[in-house]
């Protein structure tokens, strides 16, 4: 079946490190990726998207990589702030493109 | 501009009784889902509308059902609640089928 899921739970940084946070999907079919940001009591924030045409999209501080090979996406957030800690979710759409399937998410927490 | 509005923030209701959500996507998007979350867990897609039509629907009971209205808002509609409904009920709009999906901040309801 579809699922997308997070290798790690939770990850802990200073202030002005990178972070990486990754995510593994299983459905090769899907073509569209978008990562979201959660914070406490609110809807999940567009961060940036990606499709399988690509390996490489840039933000503003941000990264998405898309390894097509072993269905691997990561999010990489350059000077990590104490306003990223969040919880991150990535997202596949389905086959049909109308469902986005998330993952259990990563709880980001940024010490200063 | 306004972001995707939803009504009511929050929502209290008893087993067995009848809730409805509201949803205003983005000016301009034409495409509504919504997507229940649970404490601790990423969304689960419920349903999808574009140009007021349903064009996905996850698995969820057929106690839950939506519309979408000419002016593209839409309603949630959840019949005979049961505590286990009781989650973030998000909504999400976007331009077409599979392009940027933004968020609500969500309608948290808890049932009795």
């Known amino acids: 079946g579809e699922s997308v899921g997070l290798h790690l739970p939770t990850l802990s940084v200073q202030e002005g490190d990178n972070s990486i946070i990754n995510c593994a999907y299983s459905n090769s079919a899907s073509d569209y990726f978008i990562w979201y940001k959660q914070e406490s009591g609110k809807g999940p924030q567009f961060i940036i998207d990606i499709r399988s045409n690509m390996d490489k999209r840039q933000g503003q501080r941000v990264t998405v990589l898309l390894n097509k090979t072993v269905k691997h996406l990561s999010l990489q957030i350059a000077a990590t702030q104490p306003g990223d800690s969040a919880v991150y979710f990535c997202a596949e759409a389905d086959q049909a493109g109308t469902a986005l399937i998330f993952g259990k998410g990563t709880t980001l927490s940024v010490s200063s | 501009d306004a972001g995707v509005t939803q009504s009511p923030t929050h929502l209290i209701k008893t087993r067995g009784q009848h809730v409805t959500l509201r949803c205003s996507p983005i000016s301009g998007h034409k495409s509504v889902s919504w997507y229940q979350q649970v404490l601790g867990q990423g969304p689960q897609f419920i349903f999808q509308?574009?140009?007021?039509?349903?064009?996905g629907r996850g698995n969820f009971p057929d106690r839950f059902s939506a519309r979408q209205f000419p002016n593209y808002s839409s309603e949630l509609n959840v019949n005979a609640l049961l505590l286990g409904d009781s989650a973030l009920y998000l909504c999400a709009s976007s331009l077409y089928l599979q392009t940027e999906a933004f968020f609500g901040q969500g309608t948290r309801l808890t049932v009795v």
């Open positions: 509308y574009y140009e007021k039509e349903e064009r």
